[in-house]
């Protein structure tokens, strides 16, 4: 890898530490729309997992490293759970909208 790209990596991980950002981050690989969505947002999840440190991250939600290692690569399949339990220890939220702009009475 070379360096100029070694030091963005670095910079980005440094910067996912602040979960509004990390938040951003994810929203931004949520809505792409290309083939490559699966693979990106492994990935940024990945990262903001790399941020918070594996080992501290496998402290605070209970998750083995090993396992978050695993589900969050690049050929990973995490589970609803790991994906859910990984948010809420990073301060992270998931919401959903529709596609359409409409208000809908509940």
Aim: hydrophobic share 35%; aromatic share 8%.
């Amino acid at each position: 890898m070379s360096k100029k790209k070694n030091d963005f990596n670095e910079l980005v991980v440094e910067e996912l530490k602040n979960p509004r950002i990390a938040a951003a981050y994810l929203n931004e690989h949520w809505h792409y729309r290309g083939s490559k969505k699966r693979e990106l947002l492994l990935d940024a999840l990945h990262n903001i997992a790399e941020a918070q440190g594996f080992t501290s991250l496998s402290r605070r939600s209970g998750i083995s490293r090993r396992s978050l290692y695993s589900a969050f690569s690049k050929t990973g399949n995490p589970t609803l759970d790991t994906l859910l339990t990984l948010l809420d220890t990073v301060g992270i939220r998931i919401y959903f909208e529709s596609e359409k702009n409409e208000k809908t009475r509940l």
